[in-house]
């Protein structure tokens, strides 16, 4: 494409929990799901000192491309998709982190109040109190399209975050449109497992996908393995059908998903020439660190002071800094 550009900035690819995006037509900055976050526990262990510096990294690139952006989008409300109004480690946040990132900037947010989950309603509205005299607008956009410019910004209805009825909530695709150049941005859709959101994603045609896949991790634990399969044949549906996709989020958290995904490939009969993870397409390796977090902590244990920091509790621990 030469009129949408379009730059990956955070997910697991990258070292951490994100789906973040920056996409740059000829008139428009647009940050989509600009939040990051670490994984409290995962094989029993807390996050390993390389993940936060991966984080520290993540969250200094998304301050960096939300000044040149316009517009934020948020898709819903888990940390690892928007910036929250309070401090984190987990999330790299400041009390003013949120500022940085909404303030003075057009904000096009799923709407909180209708297709949400408890949880995330009692984020969404924190937030937004929190951004309300600061944004320059904020908009709920749940199905809507808005232009700014000569660029279309496109949205899809509430689609599940995962397989029909879970409890996980709802999310929002982005479509940005500009003239004949078409990228769609499918958070947390899980594949899909949702054949209203395949069908969605098919009649949109976009020149690149960006593609939220099914979490094999949690195959037969969380998520039932008929959903993984529905989850995996979808993703290969729409590989079949799309130029370009980058496969991202909960797919690459399980240290076999190459391996997985070449098998579907073979049944398939499709080439995965067209599939790169946010990392190949920024022309770099793949750096899976919550998959490999139990190899990190055995090969590259931690020193006592930061053992001492990460057992802190959570009150405690935010008033120091990582010893990274």
Not at 252 to 272: H, K, V
């Given at each position: 494409m030469?009129?949408?550009?379009?730059?990956p900035l955070?997910?697991?690819?990258?070292?951490v929990r994100?789906?973040s995006v920056?996409?740059?037509?000829?008139?428009?900055?647009i940050l989509?799901?600009a939040g990051?976050?670490?994984?409290?526990?995962?094989?029993g262990?807390?996050?390993?000192?390389?993940?936060?510096?991966?984080?520290?990294?993540?969250?200094?690139?998304?301050l960096?491309?939300?000044?040149?952006?316009e517009?934020?989008?948020?898709s819903?409300?888990?940390?690892d998709?928007?910036t929250?109004s309070?401090?984190?480690?987990?999330e790299?946040?400041r009390e003013?982190?949120?500022e940085e990132?909404?303030g003075d900037?057009i904000v096009?947010?799923?709407?909180?109040?209708n297709?949400?989950?408890?949880?995330q309603?009692?984020?969404?509205?924190y937030?937004?109190e929190?951004?309300?005299?600061k944004?320059?607008?904020?908009?709920?956009?749940?199905?809507?399209?808005?232009?700014?410019?000569?660029?279309?910004?496109?949205?899809?209805?509430?689609f599940?975050h995962?397989?029909p009825?879970t409890?996980l909530?709802?999310?929002?695709?982005?479509t940005?449109i500009?003239?004949?150049?078409?990228?769609?941005?499918a958070?947390d859709?899980?594949?899909?497992?949702d054949?209203?959101?395949?069908?969605?994603i098919i009649?949109e045609?976009?020149?690149?996908?960006?593609?939220?896949g099914?979490?094999l991790?949690?195959?037969g634990k969380?998520?039932s393995?008929?959903d993984?399969e529905?989850?995996m044949?979808?993703?290969?549906?729409?590989?079949?059908?799309?130029?370009i996709v980058?496969?991202?989020?909960?797919?690459?958290?399980d240290?076999?998903?190459?391996?997985?995904?070449n098998?579907?490939f073979?049944?398939s009969?499709?080439?995965?020439?067209?599939?790169?993870t946010?990392?190949?397409?920024?022309?770099?390796d793949?750096m899976l660190?919550?998959a490999?977090?139990k190899?990190?902590?055995?090969?590259m244990?931690?020193?006592e002071e930061?053992?001492?920091?990460i057992?802190?509790k959570?009150?405690?621990?935010?008033?120091v800094h990582?010893?990274?």
């Amino acid at each position: 494409m030469g009129k949408i550009r379009v730059v990956p900035l955070a997910d697991e690819s990258l070292g951490v929990r994100s789906m973040s995006v920056y996409v740059q037509t000829p008139d428009l900055g647009i940050l989509i799901d600009a939040g990051v976050s670490l994984a409290p526990r995962r094989y029993g262990l807390p996050p390993h000192p390389s993940e936060f510096i991966k984080l520290r990294e993540a969250r200094e690139r998304i301050l960096d491309y939300s000044r040149l952006s316009e517009v934020v989008i948020i898709s819903h409300y888990h940390l690892d998709h928007y910036t929250p109004s309070f401090p984190s480690w987990y999330e790299w946040t400041r009390e003013d982190t949120y500022e940085e990132i909404y303030g003075d900037k057009i904000v096009l947010m799923k709407d909180f109040s209708n297709n949400i989950n408890y949880r995330q309603m009692v984020r969404a509205k924190y937030l937004y109190e929190a951004i309300k005299d600061k944004a320059y607008k904020i908009l709920q956009v749940d199905g809507k399209t808005i232009r700014i410019g000569d660029t279309i910004v496109k949205f899809s209805k509430p689609f599940p975050h995962g397989p029909p009825g879970t409890r996980l909530g709802w999310v929002l695709m982005t479509t940005v449109i500009f003239d004949d150049e078409k990228v769609v941005h499918a958070s947390d859709i899980q594949g899909p497992m949702d054949h209203n959101a395949l069908e969605y994603i098919i009649e949109e045609r976009p020149d690149i996908l960006i593609l939220g896949g099914p979490p094999l991790y949690l195959e037969g634990k969380k998520v039932s393995m008929a959903d993984i399969e529905r989850g995996m044949k979808n993703m290969i549906e729409l590989i079949r059908r799309m130029n370009i996709v980058i496969l991202s989020h909960h797919t690459l958290r399980d240290p076999g998903w190459r391996d997985r995904l070449n098998s579907a490939f073979i049944e398939s009969g499709e080439s995965e020439n067209k599939v790169f993870t946010m990392a190949e397409y920024r022309g770099m390796d793949n750096m899976l660190l919550e998959a490999r977090r139990k190899e990190l902590w055995e090969k590259m244990p931690p020193n006592e002071e930061f053992i001492r920091w990460i057992n802190l509790k959570g009150k405690d621990r935010i008033k120091v800094h990582p010893p990274l």
